[in-house]
Nanobody
Framework: QVQLVESGGGLVQPGGSLRLSCAASGSIFRLVVMRWYRQGPDNQRELVGAIANDGRTTYADSVKGRFTGSRDNAKNTVYLQMNSLKPEDTAVYYC?????????WGQGTQVTVSS
């Protein structure tokens, strides 16, 4: 069983920054790829980025150069640093872990980019 808890969302002006955190329970954290998704007002869930157990990252084109993922395996936590935020980044952000054939999701954290 894996539990994921996100934090760090909020309201920010365009051009601002936020850092999201996702704390995971379970000893297998360091072995799995962690992913960030977001679901905007259109209710479509979009893959934002992923971070492998060795720290390698991939990102959606829409956030490349602005978002940076990292992980601290000792703390069972992944982070998403979001810079130069735009109104179209407004969404609920979720972290995800695929363990075997089971997808685990956090509860989500709201990010609103607005002036």
């Amino acid at each position: 069983q894996v539990q994921l808890v996100e934090s760090g969302g909020g309201l920010v002006q365009p051009g601002g920054s936020l850092r999201l955190s996702c704390a995971a329970s379970g000893s297998i954290f360091r072995l799995v790829v962690m992913r960030w998704y977001r679901q905007g007002p259109d209710n479509q869930r979009e893959l934002v980025g992923a971070i492998a157990n060795d720290g390698r990252t991939t990102y959606a084109d829409s956030v490349k150069g602005r978002f940076t993922g990292s992980r601290d395996n000792a703390k069972n936590t992944v982070y998403l640093q979001m810079n130069s935020l735009k109104p179209e980044d407004t969404a609920v952000y979720y972290c995800n872990a695929l363990v075997g054939a089971t997808n685990y999701w956090g509860q989500g954290t709201q990010v609103t980019v607005s002036s």
